[in-house]
């Protein structure tokens, strides 16, 4: 099975900042991999797809980079609703798995 | 409107069984593949089962794999989970998935809260 390990597991942050997170497959994924944010009691919303693609309707500010075991979630300028929990997943295999998840707090 | 709305979840003693169901709108069940991810309390993400378009490809983690059948009703735009031989540490909110035609994962339910416990 794919290890997907993601920093930091949490960070807080004021609105306006630039906010990176990493996730780290424990071998080779491509470019199989996406980024979530996910808010309480709502479905995880999808952000980035293919490692640096971003899903239609979300905002520019986001961005995201990598290949094979590195990848990078950028937020630029955060906004109050980017508060969240953000995570990663590999999809290089049918077994999903997933990072541990970024929760971004308001500083 | 892609929609996946989860049902089935409650509270059910260590042995029991559960059915959790996922209605789909917005699009047509039979093009798209499928799977359950659950998230215990605390913890990460864990995909459960992946089922192909027709159903004839099915996959379990092996932490459910001969206790958790996966199942789909293409007509009636619904994925199903049967949860038999429940154990505490498969308390976990259960989300249904979508995977799309191009992107893996696209669509993700609100989830279903399922509590085993005495």
């Known amino acids: 099975d794919i290890q997907m390990t993601q920093s930091p597991s949490s960070l807080s942050a004021s609105v306006g900042d630039r906010v990176t997170i990493t996730c780290r497959a424990s071998?080779?994924?491509?470019?199989?991999l996406n980024w979530y944010q996910h808010k309480p009691r709502k479905a995880p919303k999808l952000l980035i797809y293919?490692?640096?693609n971003l899903q239609s309707g979300v905002p520019s500010r986001f961005s995201g980079s990598g290949s094979g075991t590195d990848f990078t979630l950028t937020i630029n300028s955060l906004q109050p609703e980017d508060f969240a929990t953000y995570f990663c997943?590999?999809?290089?295999?049918?077994?999903?798995?997933f990072g541990g998840g970024t929760k971004v707090e308001i500083k | 409107e892609v929609q996946l709305v989860e049902s089935g979840g409650g509270l059910v003693q260590p042995g029991g069984s559960l059915r959790l169901s996922c209605a789909a709108s917005?699009?047509?069940?039979?093009?798209?593949?499928m799977n359950w991810v659950r998230q215990a309390p605390g913890k990460g993400l864990e995909w459960v089962s992946y089922?192909?378009?027709?159903?004839?490809?099915?996959y379990y983690a092996d932490s459910v794999k001969g206790r958790f059948t996966i199942s789909r009703d293409n007509a009636e735009n619904s994925l199903h989970l049967q949860m038999n031989s429940l154990r505490v540490e498969d308390t976990a909110v259960y989300y249904c998935?979508?995977?799309?035609?191009?992107?893996?994962?696209?669509?993700w339910g609100q989830g279903t809260l399922v509590t085993v416990s005495a």
């Open positions: 998935v979508r995977d799309g035609m191009v992107i893996k994962s696209d669509y």
């Open positions: 917005g699009f047509t069940l039979s093009s798209y593949e």
């Open positions: 089922i192909s378009y027709s159903g004839s490809t099915i």
């Open positions: 071998q080779s994924v491509s470019t199989y």
């Open positions: 293919a490692a640096s």
């Open positions: 997943q590999q999809s290089y295999t049918t077994a999903l798995s």
